[in-house]
């Protein structure tokens, strides 16, 4: 089954590599999609895939790269749409 969670991460997350340590994973595992920085200082991670690899980084975002500390991350599901890769925004 595939599926797409849309993911905002908050805490130190920005100017710490957490997006391109995210593009590393997504491509990793599988998973296509995004990770942008907001204007609020979080970070939106659309990732979609096989159920296993969704959650798989989502377990990840919880904790990021190791210069990063995440203090809150919430996820909603998506309908599930065919990404190209995984970008960084």
Known sequence: MSLCRHCIV??????????????RMAVELGV???????????????????EQAVNALCDWLRQGPPSARVDDIV???????????????
Do not use: K, M, P, W
């Open 10 to 23: 908050s805490g130190r997350v920005q100017g710490v590599f957490f997006r391109d340590s995210t593009r």
């Open 32 to 50: 296509s999609g995004y990770a942008r920085n907001l204007v609020d200082g979080t970070v939106e991670v659309l990732a979609c895939g096989s």
């Open 75 to 89: 996820c909603e599901l998506r309908d599930y749409r065919a990404q190209d890769g995984f970008s960084i925004r």
